[in-house]
T-cell receptor
């Protein structure tokens, strides 16, 4: 089965902790993305990567970090500097070669709650 | 710069009646346009996409959308709503060279029995 997996499905964080959200894809896509979704709001871009070992900040990168050491994997770390991390996090991937018409595929999401 | 505007934050219909979710786009050239659906606590699933082929695009679950350049619109329709259609719907435009899609703010579809 091809697709995107995210783990864990639910994650709880204490104040001052760093946590890492996993995102893995077996679609052989070059580009990967992390979005944050808050209740009643659309998707906001945190980070994206178009190729291994390269990534760029999105609209709300402060308090987050990423790595892209493998094509299949794009983990997101929510650091203690992120003051309001409770949200639903979505990972996506997309084939890079076809231009604007290429479809973005999404994982099932991780719900992060700060205790 | 490209953008999309979803004209309604909420749409309420009765089961069995038609669905219309409105999306207008802004683009300096021929855009790629997508509709996604998101059920509660799930990821986004592609319903359909327009990439400058046929202007009437058929998608999954009986949904379709028509690209109208003169009106800069890409409205999503379904002839008869089902309870399982209740979800959040996003209109998205594909980017140019930067591969950063632009999302609308979403429309919540409510289906009454």
């Amino acid at each position: 089965d091809g697709g995107i997996t995210q783990s864990p499905k639910y994650l709880f964080r204490k104040e001052g902790q760093n946590v890492t959200l996993s995102c893995e894809q077996n679609l052989n896509h070059d580009a990967m993305y992390w979005y944050r979704q808050d209740p009643g709001q659309g998707l906001r871009l945190i980070y994206y990567s178009q190729i291994v070992n390269d990534f760029q900040k999105g609209d709300i990168a402060e308090g987050y970090s990423v790595s892209r050491e493998k094509k299949e994997s794009f983990p997101l770390t929510v650091t203690s500097a992120q003051k309001n991390p409770t949200a639903f996090y979505l990972c996506a991937s997309r084939h890079r070669g076809g231009g604007a018409g290429d479809t973005q595929y999404f994982g099932p999401g991780t719900r992060l709650t700060v205790l | 710069a490209q953008s999309v505007t979803q004209l309604d934050s909420h749409v309420s219909v009765s089961e069995g009646t038609p669905v219309l979710l409105r999306c207008n786009y802004s683009s300096s050239y021929s855009p790629s346009l997508f509709w996604y659906v998101q059920h509660p606590n799930k990821g986004l699933q592609l319903l359909l996409k327009y990439t400058s082929a046929a202007t009437l695009v058929k998608g999954i679950n009986g949904f379709e959308a028509e690209f109208k350049k003169s009106e800069t619109s890409f409205h999503l329709t379904k002839p008869s709503a089902h309870m399982s259609d209740a979800a959040e719907y996003f209109c998205v435009t594909g980017s140019g060279g930067s591969y950063i899609p632009t999302f609308g703010r979403g429309t919540s579809l409510i289906v009454h029995p």
